[in-house]
C-alpha cells in the first residue's frame, strides 16, 4: 500500500460555505459545458450539485493522488448522463484539470457524455445505462463485507432511474445481507425525460417502498449542506440495514427559469439564456 493512502483517513470536510460554494460552481462548470458542447442534461446536474459538493469535500474517503487507493469509499454515479456535474466536481477536487473541463463531448475527449472508468481518473464505474448503479454499489459493499474492509459503498441515482427494476433486484439483494456499508442517494426531483414521474410510472409511496424492502431510509433536503452531512456522518441509519437518502430536489436548482421546467432534463442553453443562468448563480455565490 503506497503511503498516500493515509490522507484518506485525515481528510476534514472543509467549511459549510466552502461547500455551497463549490456547489455554486459545479453549477456554473457543468451549464457552461453543456452550452460549448450543444448536449448535455443540466437540469439533473444542477438538482444533484449539492450533493457532489457534501460527498467529496465531507463525506468520501477518496484521494485524488491515488484514485484507486484499495481502501478509498467507492462513489457510483449511476444517473451518467449528468456527466457534466461529476466530471465538474472531480475537477474541483483534483483528479482532473480543470481546463480539461473545455473539451467535454468533442471528439476524442476522455470526457465522453457518459462516464468511462478506463479514462477519467475517480470514476468508479461506467454508468449510463440506467439501473445499474445500484447492483453495481451493492457488489462492492457484499465484496466489502467477505474482505471484512471498512469502505463504504455510495451510489447515486435518479428518480426516473427506479422504474428499472435491476434496482429492485438491488434492493432486495442489500436488504438480504443487511449491507450497512452501502448508502443509496435518491435525487427525487421529480422529473424524468419528457414527464414528471408521477405520471410516467407512479414511485410514490417512495420511502415507504425501501422501508419494505429491509433499508434504513432518511428523508432530506437534497440542497441544506448542513442537513446532507449530518445525515451522512450518521451512517449507518441503522445497524443491519442498507442505507436510503432520499433527497427532495429541485430539476434546475439555482436558476429560475430552470427550475421544476421538465424540458431542462435534456436542453442546452442558448448564449443568452447562459449569460443569464450565469449572472443569477454569480449573484447566489455573493
Not at 474517503?61 to 484514485?67: N, V
Not at 463531448?105 to 464505474?125: C, F, Q, T, W, Y
Amino acid at each position: 500500500m503506497s503511503a498516500t493512502h493515509s490522507t484518506l483517513n485525515t481528510r476534514a470536510p472543509v467549511p459549510l460555505e466552502e461547500m455551497r460554494r463549490q456547489a455554486n460552481l459545479i453549477r456554473r462548470r457543468s451549464l457552461t459545458m453543456v452550452h460549448r458542447a450543444g448536449i448535455g442534461h443540466p437540469g439533473g446536474d444542477f438538482s444533484s450539485a449539492d450533493l457532489l459538493s457534501v460527498l467529496y469535500f465531507g463525506v468520501l474517503r477518496i484521494d485524488p493522488r491515488d484514485p484507486r487507493a484499495p481502501d478509498r469509499d467507492r462513489f457510483f454515479m449511476s444517473k451518467g448522463h449528468c456527466s457534466g456535474a461529476l466530471y465538474a466536481v472531480l475537477a474541483a477536487a483534483g483528479f482532473i484539470p480543470v481546463e480539461q473541463l473545455d473539451t467535454y463531448m468533442a471528439p476524442l475527449s476522455d470526457l465522453n457524455g457518459h462516464p468511462d472508468r478506463n479514462k477519467v481518473p475517480g470514476v468508479e464505474a461506467s454508468t449510463g445505462a440506467l439501473g445499474h448503479g445500484l447492483p453495481l454499489a451493492t457488489g462492492a459493499a457484499l465484496a466489502a463485507r467477505i474482505q471484512g474492509a471498512p469502505w463504504r459503498s455510495y451510489v447515486l441515482t435518479g428518480d426516473g432511474e427506479l422504474q428499472e427494476g435491476s434496482n429492485w433486484e438491488a434492493a432486495m439483494t442489500a436488504g438480504h445481507y443487511g449491507l450497512d456499508n452501502l448508502t443509496l442517494i435518491i435525487d427525487r426531483n421529480g422529473f424524468q425525460q419528457g414527464d414528471a414521474t408521477e405520471d410516467a410510472m407512479r414511485l410514490e409511496p417512495l420511502a415507504a417502498k425501501w422501508r419494505a424492502f429491509g433499508w434504513a431510509v432518511a428523508e432530506v433536503d437534497g440542497h441544506d449542506h448542513a442537513q446532507l452531512l449530518r445525515t451522512f456522518q450518521s451512517l449507518p441509519l441503522e445497524p443491519g440495514k442498507p442505507n436510503c437518502v432520499l433527497m427532495r430536489t429541485v430539476k434546475g436548482k439555482g436558476v429560475s427559469f430552470m427550475e421544476n421546467r421538465v424540458e431542462w432534463h435534456h436542453h442546452v442553453p442558448t448564449a443568452d439564456e447562459l449569460r443569464a443562468a450565469l449572472e443569477e448563480l454569480e449573484e447566489a455565490a455573493g
